[in-house]
């Protein structure tokens, strides 16, 4: 999981996702559900290994412009923490809160990925 924190870094994101499947991970470091959905991507990335498709972190406190530019540019309302699977720059997938986990993630990326 890498963070990213500027306009640039999404629009090398964007470009990426040409090439398979990207995973952004909106994050609050103030909210304890947020660390646990926080939690369980970390461990599902480690059980995937290397099979783990690109994951980008934004910490929505602190890089709030780039959290804002992410739910206009993809048109998906802004929640935190959520993730978004996006391919060929458009958000395919999206879901929020306790939803989040690896069961979740196996089945978007098995049926859009």
Do not use: F
Request: hydrophobic share 35%.
């Amino acid at each position: 999981m890498r963070e990213i924190t500027t306009l640039e870094e999404l629009d090398t994101l964007l470009e990426e996702s040409d090439q398979g499947p990207v995973l952004i991970l909106k994050h609050s470091t103030r909210c304890p559900t947020s660390a646990g959905a926080y939690g369980r991507v970390q461990a599902w990335e480690r059980v995937l290994g290397e099979e783990a498709p690109p994951i980008y972190l934004v910490n929505v406190i602190e890089s709030r412009e780039l959290s804002n530019e992410i739910a206009s540019h993809l048109g998906v309302a802004h929640q935190s923490p959520q993730i978004i699977l996006v391919r060929d720059g458009y958000a395919l997938w999206n879901t929020s809160h306790g939803k989040i986990g690896g069961l979740e993630l196996d089945s978007a990326l098995r049926e859009l990925g």
